[in-house]
Structure formats: C-alpha cells, structure tokens
C-alpha cells in the first residue's frame, strides 16, 4: 500500500500516532489477523510505503522474527534514517478488548523490536471499530530533539 496525502503531514505525539491509525485503517473491521507496519524519520514524516503482514497466526510464530527485522532495517536504511520510528497495528476479528494472543505479541514484538539503537516502535490494537494503544513508543519523534 502507498500513500500520498499522509506523507506529508507529520505526526509528533502517540494521540496523533493512534489517529493517523485510525485514518489508515478506516473502517477498523478485520476478518483475518494481520500486522500492518508503518515507518516515520526523526521529523515525524510518514513513509509512502505501508506494509500489511497477512495471515498472522494468534500465538506468535518465531520464524518471522527474521523477516520482521530485515524488512524493518531495509525501510528504516532507505526511507527513516537515525531517530526513526516503526509503527505497527496489530489488526484482527472481534472486540477491540485486549485478549491473550494480544499479549502475545506484545511479548514477542518486544523480544524482536527492544533493542533496537536510534529508533523507536509502537504498537496499536484495531479491532472491533476501534483503534487503541498497546505499546507506546519511549521517546516521541518530534519530542526527541525538542
């Protein structure tokens, strides 16, 4: 998926992380689990690119820790540089009510993305008609110079 409008508009605070979710995602109804990933440089600008990972399974699956980190070190080198920040929203059927598999990849994205140097993640829950925060990021784009 590409983007054109969102580029340019720069997100600077988690509440605007978790609208722009929003608006990315509209409507925030799944029928199948998926990870959608999203990149932003140090300024706050949105990559073009977004990237959904389809048929995720509920219990995390360790051989697509991998892939997770070579596609985030590719976009991150071509598109974010230093200071940047991975966005992700973990999409799936039913209440936006944060339930075990969740949990789970809170866990298991934590184990792939936590020590990560100059640059930070995030991950957002949409489900059920809505969008919510699940891990918010430790420093904030625009905070981080300011």
């Known amino acids: 998926m590409t983007l054109s409008g969102y580029a340019a508009v720069p997100v600077q605070s ?21 990870l959608w990933c999203a990149w932003f440089d140090a300024d706050g600008r949105q990559s073009p690119v ?10 995390p699956d360790p051989s697509i820790y991998d892939g997770l980190r070579g596609l985030n070190a590719t976009v991150i080198d071509a598109h974010a540089g ?3 920040h991975l966005a992700m929203a973990l999409c799936r059927p039913g ?17 792939v993305f936590d020590g ?9 829950l949409a ?11 430790d420093a904030w784009l625009g905070h981080r110079n300011a």
């Open 50 to 59: 977004v990237v959904p990972v389809d048929d995720l399974p509920v219990p």
């Open 127 to 137: 489900a059920g008609g809505t969008v919510l925060p699940l891990v918010e990021p």
């Open 82 to 84: 230093p200071g940047g």
């Open 14 to 34: 988690p509440a605007e992380l978790t609208a722009r979710w929003r608006r990315l995602l509209e409507p925030p109804v799944f029928g199948t689990r998926s």
């Open 116 to 124: 990560l140097t100059a640059q930070t993640w995030s991950l957002h």
């Open 95 to 111: 209440p936006a009510t944060v339930v075990d598999g969740d949990d789970a990849w809170v866990a298991a994205l934590s184990e």
